[in-house]
DNA sequence: ATCCTACAATGGACGAAGTCCAAGTCAAGT
DNA sequence: ACTTGACTTGGACTTCGTCCATTGTAGGAT
């Protein structure tokens, strides 16, 4: 991971701890935090990091691409550092556990010409529910 | 949409005139507005509608399965009346525009079990991206 | 037609998530 | 080690939405 550190230094980012920091946290796979979850692992770290630089520092991440911006529920956006392996995500119903998931096929073949309204189509976004193993306990 | 109305008070709804507004103003197709946009238009008709009102009458509309809550960008929840057909949505990236769309195949065959994680998988939710006509030019 | 009452509407306070900004701090090039 | 422009800070502010005590009313009962 401080390859990704080393790769936004070679883009001009000042390397800070406030930085790392967040970095640091993203760090893993099916990584799906809110920003307060980020603000608040981040701050067992280094204490004095403001709620406004892990926002900042979040939105930076994900115009540079490095991370991506899910909003599952209907509440707060969720930051996934996994954005070199493209996804798409699986979601808990009844308690929130999200998971990334690698669909065969590709959906953007299935929108025929007739149903694209003129539109240049170029992204597609798949969000599966139902209800995880804990949860079906 | 009377037809709605009719429905809804078999199903033991009381006939407000507030209620009777919002189910107006989210006639018609491809209508997806937000809560404050319900508002402001059924404001035309009856002055006096509080927003809370509306907020109550859509989350009532919703549970009844009248209506269907779309999060599209990552602001304010929009309320789409087509809940009886199943579709899915395409979005301009721009201008925020959107459209119902009918895409054929079914992306749920498109999940390996080996990418399911233990889950009971009931539902998906599909959300095409791109440019429409008019910000193309 | 009028009365009753449980259900609905009101509006203002509250809360969560996120943005903005002026002032202070610091990474890193010289 | 100096300098400077980029970064951080914290608090005020905005937006979207919920909650609740009070007031109003739809529609069944009389």
């Known amino acids: 991971m401080s390859d990704l550190l080393e790769r936004l ?11 790392r920091v967040v970095a640091e946290v993203l760090e893993g796979d099916h990584v799906h935090l809110t920003a307060d979850e980020v603000h608040a692992r981040a701050a067992q770290r280094l204490p004095e990091i403001s709620r406004a630089t892990v926002y900042n520092t979040l939105g930076e991440l994900v ?16 930051y996934d550092p996994n954005a070199h392996r493209p996804h798409h995500h699986l979601l808990c119903a009844r308690c929130g556990a999200i998971r990334d998931v690698h669909p065969v096929g590709n ?10 309204f003129g539109f240049s189509v170029s992204e597609v976004e798949l969000t599966y529910r139902g209800i995880c193993p804990d949860c079906t306990v």
Chains 1, 2 share one sequence.
């Open 9 to 19: 230094r070679t883009r001009g980012w000042r390397l800070t701890a406030q930085r």
């Open 63 to 78: 115009n540079l691409g490095e991370v991506i911006e899910v909003s599952t529920d209907h509440r707060a956006k969720r």
């Open 107 to 116: 959906p953007l073949a299935d929108l025929p010409e007739s149903e694209r």
